[in-house]
């Protein structure tokens, strides 16, 4: 099987490809734009302005996949409400471009997407519920959803939670390095309490999207943790592992951040779909912690 990841560069496109390369029975192609980032693996990189559409063509053309997993977008929530036309090319435009050519020559397309197409008025969402994003951002990504539901292919969605981790090169921080960072320098924080989130370990987040790839599955679903939890819980657990003093840490809630794109106070999913149909079994925040401790020293 030939399978093409967009979006290979970033944090969850650099883990997810180094499970496919490990795969005896995929042809493995990547794409971000620039240089390539992941020197190691068997596979063939082709770098592409996923924003043009002849470039996606080419891309296409020459990958001519089965099956394409598309991880790139613009997720900086900010950034997508101040710079809008810039959002919409990068999230929706480029899906476009991808479901046409795919269109031409069959497969399966698998999207990656977000908790925040979803309004967060209540929380522990299923695939089922009805989306309602209050931002640009969650905007864009749930009208790029209804562009590959669209498609006439055949498609899997694939939405996730607060996703953190540690990879190469990567230029921006998450939520778990960020604190980790702060506190290890001793540098106080302000963190908030009155939002929830179930976040996402970047390895079981790929290991979901490779198993639903695996099985064949169709339809929407929820990959991420299983514990709801606040910025600040996950500031103090992060704390108490590392030993790091506590003291920095501030609780706040989320009036005190000035930000031009709203967020939603309480996602999080239900994950119940992705066990019983896929087998997806993600770690809890601590053996996470346990597993990321060794590369911490790697930034």
């Not at 996606?56 to 900086?76: C, F, M, N, R």
């Amino acid at each position: 099987m030939r399978v093409l990841l967009t979006g290979s560069n970033g944090l969850f496109g650099q883990h997810l490809l180094m499970l496919l390369t490990n795969q005896q029975d995929f042809e493995v192609f990547a794409t971000g734009n620039g240089e390539n980032r992941n020197p190691d693996g068997n596979y063939t990189y082709l770098p592409c302005d996923l924003t043009s559409e002849d470039e996606v063509k080419k891309l296409i053309g020459s990958a001519k996949p089965d099956y394409l997993i598309h991880a790139a977008a613009k997720t900086q929530v900010d950034d997508c409400e101040i710079n809008r036309e810039m959002c919409w090319t990068s999230n929706v435009a480029a899906t476009q471009y991808l479901v046409d050519e795919m269109s031409k020559i069959g497969g399966h397309f698998q999207y990656i997407s977000t908790d925040f197409v979803f309004d967060g008025e209540r929380g522990s969402y299923t695939e089922t519920d009805k989306p309602g994003p209050v931002n640009y951002y969650g905007e864009s990504k749930l009208e790029a959803e209804i562009i590959v539901q669209d498609s006439g292919l055949s498609w899997s969605i694939v939405r996730t939670v607060l996703v953190y981790g540690v990879g190469r090169d990567i230029s921006r921080s998450n939520i778990i390095t960020w604190i980790y960072k702060s506190l290890k320098n001793n540098q106080p924080i302000k963190v908030v309490t009155d939002q929830m989130r179930t976040p996402t370990n970047v390895n079981d987040l790929a290991l979901g999207s490779l198993l639903v790839l695996q099985k064949g599955a169709e339809g929407i679903f929820h990959i991420s943790g299983g514990e709801m939890m606040s910025p600040y819980d996950i500031a103090i657990k992060i704390a108490n592992y590392f030993d790091f003093d506590q003291g920095l840490i501030t609780p706040v809630d989320a009036s005190t951040f000035s930000q031009p794109g709203k967020r939603p106070m309480k996602t999080g999913f239900i994950i119940d779909k992705a066990r019983q149909k896929l087998g997806f079994k993600p770690k809890t925040f601590d053996e996470s912690l346990k597993s990321l401790q060794g590369r911490f020293l790697e930034f």
